[in-house]
Structure formats: structure tokens, C-alpha cells
T-cell receptor, first 114, second 111 residues
């Protein structure tokens, strides 16, 4: 079965370290998204990609970067982790055309920055 | 700016009672609208979606939602709540595949 996998599921890091969260999907979806979830804010869009070599900033992109070198993967990098980036991160993907707005979500990655 | 608002942060109902969770949206045009449910420590599961057509949409687990253009609302309903429905519920609007989420409503179900 097709799936979307996030790793690691839990990570603790220190302020200033670089952190990369992986997202891998086997749906063959062109569209991929990264959201963060914080209490009282719901989910907020960090970055998104509509295809290989395409990346776009979302609502809360400062301090984050992504790259899309193939269809399956959209890793999220925190260049210098800050305590404000402690959150749960969700990756999602969707097809193009009529299915573009129906997202499939990963299980989430909980990041703690000390 | 696009926004989705869920006015109720926390709702408590008794098992077997009816449920309505409110959602209002603000977009330049009618977006695609969704309701997701999230159980503790889990990812998001799609309950139902509205694209166009019939304004009353049926979803999984006995949920339904009604789109009202005049009120910019997309409220979620269930006639009889089960204890297993306790979770956090998110309303979302989408344009070009980018979802904007409401803040979420936590549902507690009393036996």
C-alpha cells in the first residue's frame, strides 16, 4: 500500500544545531507540504512543493528550508534550531488536478529543542 | 488574507447527545472545505470534504457537514456522539492545494 513516512518520529536537539526531518511518500504525488502544529494555532504551512525542483515558502517559513530532488522526498531542514521551533511537524502530499486539495498526512515528527 | 476560524476551543457533550462543531471561513472565493479529526498522538484523518454541489456532505464515522455560503460556514454535525469520537477536530480551507487550518476544537465525551 502507498504511504507517507516521516522520520524520526521523536527527536530532541539543542539550540543552534542543524536538524533534518525526513518525509518520504510512495503515492507518486507531485505536491508535498510541511506543516507545524502548535497548541492554539492549529496547523500552519511551512513550505510546499508542486514538483521536483519546485519549492515555495508558506506562512511560517523563517528558519526552515526544503529541497525537492525527486518526487518521493521533501526533507525539512532547520538550519539553526531554536526553542520556538519545538513543535510537532506533519508532512503531507497530494495529487495534481482534481485531487490537489485532498492531502494525505504522515504520522508526524515531534521535535524538542532544548 | 485567507482564514478559517473555529470559535469553540473545547466542547463537552454526553455520549448519545448530538454534536455541532462550528467553522467559519474567509476567502476571496469559496474554497474547498474539509474536516479532519486527530486522536491524541496521531496524524490527521479526513472526515469529509466539500468541493461543490450538494451543500450537505456525508463523511465517515456518521459525520456530516453543511456548507452555507451566506454565512461563510461549514459546520460539522453528528446526531449521536460515541465515546470514541473524543478527539480534536480541525476545519480547513484549501486553494491550489494549500490548506489553511482553523485552531481546532477539542471534543470531550462524558459517559
Amino acid at each position: 500500500d502507498a504511504e507517507i513516512t516521516q522520520s524520526p518520529r521523536h527527536k530532541i536537539t539543542e539550540t543552534g544545531r542543524q536538524v533534518t526531518l525526513a518525509c518520504h511518500q510512495t503515492w507518486n504525488h507531485n505536491n508535498m507540504f510541511w506543516y507545524r502544529q502548535d497548541l492554539g494555532h492549529g496547523l500552519r504551512l511551512i513550505h510546499y512543493s508542486y514538483g521536483v525542483q519546485d519549492t515555495n515558502k508558506g506562512e511560517v517559513s523563517d528558519g526552515y528550508s526544503v529541497s525537492r530532488s525527486n518526487t518521493e522526498d521533501l526533507p525539512l531542514t532547520l538550519e539553526s534550531a531554536a526553542s520556538s521551533q519545538t513543535s510537532v511537524y506533519f508532512c503531507a502530499s497530494s495529487a495534481t488536478g482534481s485531487g490537489a486539495n485532498v492531502l494525505t498526512f504522515g504520522a508526524g515528527s515531534r521535535l524538542t529543542v532544548l | 488574507a485567507q482564514s478559517v476560524t473555529q470559535p469553540d476551543i473545547h466542547i463537552t457533550v454526553s455520549e448519545g447527545a448530538s454534536l455541532e462543531l462550528r467553522c467559519n471561513y474567509s476567502y476571496g472565493a469559496t474554497p474547498y472545505l474539509f474536516w479532519y479529526v486527530q486522536s491524541p498522538g496521531q496524524g490527521l484523518q479526513l472526515l469529509l470534504k466539500y468541493f461543490s454541489g450538494d451543500t450537505l456532505v456525508q463523511g465517515i464515522k456518521g459525520f456530516e457537514a453543511e456548507f452555507k455560503r451566506s454565512q461563510s460556514s461549514f459546520n460539522l454535525r453528528k446526531p449521536s456522539v460515541h465515546w470514541s469520537d473524543a478527539a480534536e477536530y480541525f476545519c480547513a480551507g484549501a486553494v491550489y492545494g494549500k490548506l489553511t487550518f482553523g485552531q481546532g476544537t477539542i471534543l470531550t465525551v462524558h459517559p
